[in-house]
């Protein structure tokens, strides 16, 4: 029969014992707790496992530690002037009638789009897909000659492709110092002198360069910042007015890169990330700003394309592509073409719930 009495006797015995071991601090009382001794011929420099933890000396495990993650201040590429930028060539097949089955709403017909840097690179073809779309354009870039010559062969590009069609899209070139406020508004103001009305805005203007930090000439920095960041702020806002005036929807998408979210290996470029970064924290900023407006903005953040410069730089770098290649889940660098059908997209009615958005096209890079 159980007796509740020798139970209270019981416990009360036991716990008088167990204080007999155990000596609580003043004030408190903490459990038992230990740390197991390791052995004394256990060297972590020496266990091939314990070697490639932080518990062995730097090197214990090779000379591969950290080889893939980290910077090489060996690898310096300046932005080229314009006497040797490689030319771009328009995307051939690109543009022609079609008989597939698709949503209206990727349509850009009636919609007139400015695509800053479009006179090369990535901006060309982007502003190749939004002809294809059924968009007017205007090319605004710092080499006003090579945005006419771009202009031209835009518009034989897609006569070629669209054989016996009267009406050619109507597309221009403008000069435009995008870091300069002045020169701005002066290229806004030609647009709409030539085509009444700005629907969209693309702002590809940008460079990078790749230097260490320490070695990064300071003036060469600004003129990275003022390019890349606060072009962007001035063709976004200089059109978000526009459109606020007119009482009109409208949309800009701004092209970012990866490096605003990772920082690139093995070429450093630390300004050039930064810059990035900022433009993909502005365009979620500005879409909340505007989002009242009806004015979507949006980030496109491409990861290697291989452009004209890309392949100069890599004919000059051969060690690079390779070690590029290695980082992406896919295997392989993207085109430009690959970046059309994400800016028609953006810009469509098809992503007309879509805004303050950034859209990765980087085969993966950034998800690893």
Same mark, same amino acid.
């Given at each position: 029969m159980f007796n509740r009495t020798v139970a209270r006797s019981t416990v009360r015995a036991l716990n008088s014992a167990r204080t007999a071991f155990i000596a609580p601090a003043v004030g408190s009382i903490r459990p038992l707790s230990f740390t197991a001794v390791r052995s004394k011929e256990e060297d972590p420099n020496k266990d091939p496992i314990l070697s490639a933890t932080d518990r062995a000396e730097k090197g214990a495990s090779g000379d591969h530690e950290g080889e893939f993650a980290r910077t090489d201040d060996s690898v310096q590429i300046p932005y080229p002037p314009d006497s040797q930028y490689p030319a771009q060539p328009v995307v051939q097949g690109r543009g022609g009638m079609h008989f597939k089955r698709t949503l209206a709403q990727f349509s850009l017909e009636g919609k007139v789009s400015i695509v800053t840097g479009g006179a090369r690179g990535l901006g060309l073809v982007m502003g190749q897909g939004l002809i294809a779309s059924g968009s007017d354009l205007a090319i605004v870039d710092l080499n006003k000659t090579e945005a006419e010559d771009s202009a031209y062969k835009l518009i034989e590009q897609f006569r070629k492709e669209n054989p016996g069609l009267e009406q050619m899209p109507n597309v221009t070139a403008h000069y435009a110092d995008v870091a300069n406020p002045d020169s701005v508004n002066t290229?806004?103001? *030609?647009?709409?002198?030539? $085509?009444?009305?700005?629907?969209?805005?693309?702002?590809?203007?940008?460079?990078?360069? /790749?230097?260490d930090a320490i070695s990064y000439p300071f003036e060469r920095m600004k003129k990275l910042w003022g390019v890349n960041v606060d072009g962007t702020y001035l063709f976004a806002t200089g059109v978000a007015k526009h459109l606020m005036e007119r009482n009109a929807p409208g949309n800009?998408?701004?092209?970012?890169?990866?490096?605003?979210?990772?920082? /690139?290996?093995?070429? %450093?470029? +630390? %300004?050039? /990330?930064?810059? =990035? +970064?900022?433009? @993909? $924290?502005?365009?979620?900023? &500005?879409?909340? *700003?505007?989002?009242g407006k009806d004015i979507r903005v949006n980030c496109i953040s491409p990861g290697y394309m291989l452009t004209a410069l890309t392949r100069k730089i890599?004919? *000059? /770098?051969? *060690? &690079? @592509?390779? =070690?590029?290649?290695?980082?992406? %889940?896919?295997? =392989?660098?993207?085109t430009p073409e690959d970046l059309m059908g994400a800016v028609t997209f953006l810009l469509s009615d098809a992503a007309k719930y879509i805004t303050g958005a950034e859209l990765r096209v980087d085969g993966g890079y950034t998800v690893t």
């Open positions: 290229a806004l103001a *030609e647009v709409l002198a030539q $085509h009444s009305k700005i629907d969209n805005l693309v702002t590809s203007a940008g460079f990078t360069e /790749n230097f800009i998408v701004m092209i970012g890169s990866m490096s605003g979210a990772i920082v /690139n290996v093995p070429q %450093p470029q +630390a %300004p050039y /990330n930064a810059a =990035k +970064a900022a433009v @993909r $924290h502005l365009a979620a900023s &500005l879409a909340v *700003e505007w989002a890599l004919d *000059e /770098n051969p *060690e &690079l @592509r390779d =070690k590029w290649t290695s980082l992406i %889940p896919v295997g =392989k660098m993207g």
